[in-house]
C-alpha cells in the first residue's frame, strides 16, 4: 500500500440507521469504526450524512488525524429546490464538513432547463467557495445517455470557467454516481468506463470523481488510469488489501 494510493479514497458510509438495520447504538459504533479505519489507514476522506460531522469530526481531533470529513446535498434524488440546496450546504458548512457532494438536478437538466442548472451550479459552488469548501458535483451518470453525460459535464465546466477564477478550479469535481440509482435490467448504476472516459474528457480542467461499484484494486486501478483524481467507495480496506468487496454500493 502506498500513502499515494490511499490519497485517493474518499471512504464512504451514507446509509441511514433505517437502512443499516442498526440500532442507535450500533448505528454511532459502527461509524466510529468506519472513521477510525479512515485514520489508521490515512485515506483522504470519510463520506457520511450530515447529522454525524461533528461525532466524526470529534473523533479526528482526539486522534490528531488530518483526515477530512464529506458529506452529500439533496441525496440520493437531486430534485429539491436550489434554495433548499443552499440551506443544506450552509448547514453542512456550519457543522465542519470539509467537502460538499451535491447532487445536481439532472432531471431538470434531461428536460432542458439549462437556464436553471447553470443558475443552480453557480449559486452552489460560490457559497462552497466562499468557505473555502470542497464541492463535487454528482451528475448520477446511470441515469444519462452519453450526450447527456457530455453536455452536463461541460455545461458544468462551463459556468465555472466563466465566473469563476482558475485558483478555485482544483476544489470542484464532477463526480459520476450515488450508488443508489435503481437502473433498468440491472445494468451498472454506478461508474463504468465509459461513462468515467467522456467525463474527464468533457470536464476538464475541473477533476473527475468515480464513486459506485468500485470494489477491488482493479477498478481502483482502471478508474485512476482514466484519470480520476477521487474514488467514492464503501469497500477502501479491500481494495487497499486486493480484496473483492460485496458491498452494494
Not at 11 to 34: M, N, R, V
Not at 203 to 230: E, H, Y
Request: charged content about 20%; glycine content about 4%; hydrophobic content about 40%.
Amino acid at each position: 500500500m502506498s500513502f499515494d494510493m490511499v490519497s485517493f479514497f474518499d471512504s464512504t458510509f451514507l446509509k441511514t440507521q433505517e437502512d443499516s438495520g442498526f440500532s442507535e447504538e450500533e448505528y454511532l459504533c459502527h461509524i466510529q469504526s468506519f472513521v477510525m479505519e479512515a485514520i489508521d489507514y490515512k485515506f483522504k476522506l470519510v463520506m457520511i450524512r450530515s447529522d454525524y460531522i461533528v461525532f466524526a469530526k470529534e473523533i479526528i481531533s482526539i486522534n490528531n488525524s488530518n483526515v477530512l470529513v464529506g458529506t452529500v446535498i439533496d441525496f440520493p434524488y437531486g430534485i429539491s429546490s436550489t434554495k433548499s440546496k443552499l440551506y443544506e450546504i450552509n448547514n453542512a458548512i456550519n457543522l465542519g464538513a470539509d467537502d460538499i457532494d451535491v447532487v445536481v438536478n439532472y432531471m431538470r437538466f434531461k428536460q432542458g432547463d439549462y437556464d436553471y442548472i447553470v443558475d443552480q451550479v453557480k449559486k452552489c459552488t460560490e457559497l462552497c467557495f466562499s468557505h473555502n469548501k470542497t464541492i463535487k458535483w454528482i451528475i448520477e451518470s446511470a441515469a444519462l445517455s452519453e450526450n447527456e453525460i457530455i453536455d452536463l459535464c461541460k455545461l458544468i465546466r462551463d459556468v465555472v470557467l466563466n465566473n469563476f477564477n482558475e485558483n478555485y478550479f482544483q476544489n470542484i469535481f464532477i463526480k459520476s454516481s450515488t450508488g443508489y440509482y435503481n437502473c433498468p435490467n440491472s445494468k451498472p448504476n454506478g461508474a463504468t468506463v465509459s461513462a468515467i472516459k467522456l467525463m474527464v474528457k468533457n470536464s476538464f480542467p475541473l477533476a473527475v470523481k468515480a464513486s459506485g461499484g468500485v470494489r477491488n484494486f482493479k477498478d481502483f486501478d482502471q478508474m485512476i488510469n482514466l484519470g480520476v483524481k477521487r474514488i467514492g467507495t464503501s469497500s477502501a480496506l479491500s481494495i487497499l488489501n486486493s480484496k473483492q468487496s460485496y458491498s452494494n454500493y
